[in-house]
Structure formats: C-alpha cells, structure tokens
C-alpha cells in the first residue's frame, strides 16, 4: 500500500490549493479516505473524510465551508481542494485510508491504517 501526496506550497491568505493523494496496492474504490494535519508543535488533527464512493464527506468545522474533498476511483486519487486559506491553516497534510470500523468516529485516527508522507502548506499573511 502507498498513499503518495502532492500539491502543497507556499501561498498568501486567500488563496487556495489543490492536493492530490495517489494511491497503489490496493482495492482503493473500496476504501473510505481521510485528509488530516499537523501543525508546527501540534497534534495531528482530523480535517476530511469521503466515503468509497464519495456520496458522503465530513469535514472538521475549521475548514466547513472551504475545503472541499472528493476523489477519482478511476485514477485511485483524493483530492482536497482548499479555498481561502487561512495562516492557521499551515500545517502538513496527509491523507490515510480507512478501514471498515464500525462504532468508531470518522475521526478518530485508529481507524485509519495506512498513511501518506504528508505534503507542507504554508500560508503567510
């Protein structure tokens, strides 16, 4: 399995992004994907997740409203694309593959069993 992330950068507050995570190894039109953070001297945190056929999501509401996740299961991606960046929004971002756990929150990190390198946002003001 590997989760390969892209697209990060440097950019001003009020623009956006778009990050792309590829994924190999396995069945990924099978599996539930999540985007999270991590800040500079923070917890990781939980920022987005999209269902195997993405006809449901879930976003943290520190980013309701501008970040949208989606996917392409032809070309094994997820994607998060963010608008109107915030300074608060620099971290480094990482998507994760779910598997199937009932009775646990969608954001909880357990769950979510491999992970990506991660790919940096920095957003100046």
């Known amino acids: 399995v590997q989760l390969q992330a892209s697209g990060g950068g440097s950019v001003q507050a009020g623009g956006s992004l778009r990050l792309s995570c590829a994924a190999s190894?396995?069945?990924?039109?099978?599996?539930?994907m999540g985007w999270f953070r991590q800040a500079p001297g923070k917890e990781r945190e939980f920022v987005a997740f999209?269902?195997?056929?993405?006809?449901?999501?879930l976003y943290d509401d520190s980013v309701k409203g501008r970040f949208t996740i989606s996917r392409d299961n032809v070309k094994n991606t997820v994607y998060l694309q963010l608008n109107n960046l915030k300074v608060e929004d620099t971290a480094v971002y990482s998507c994760?593959?779910?598997?199937?756990?009932?009775?646990?929150?969608?954001?909880?990190?357990?769950?979510?069993?491999?992970w990506g390198q991660g790919t940096e946002v920095t957003v100046s003001s």
């Open positions: 994760a593959r779910r598997r199937t756990s009932p009775h646990t929150s969608l954001r909880d990190q357990a769950p979510y069993d491999y």
């Open positions: 999209i269902t195997w056929n993405g006809d449901f999501t």
């Open positions: 190894g396995f069945t990924f039109g099978t599996y539930g």
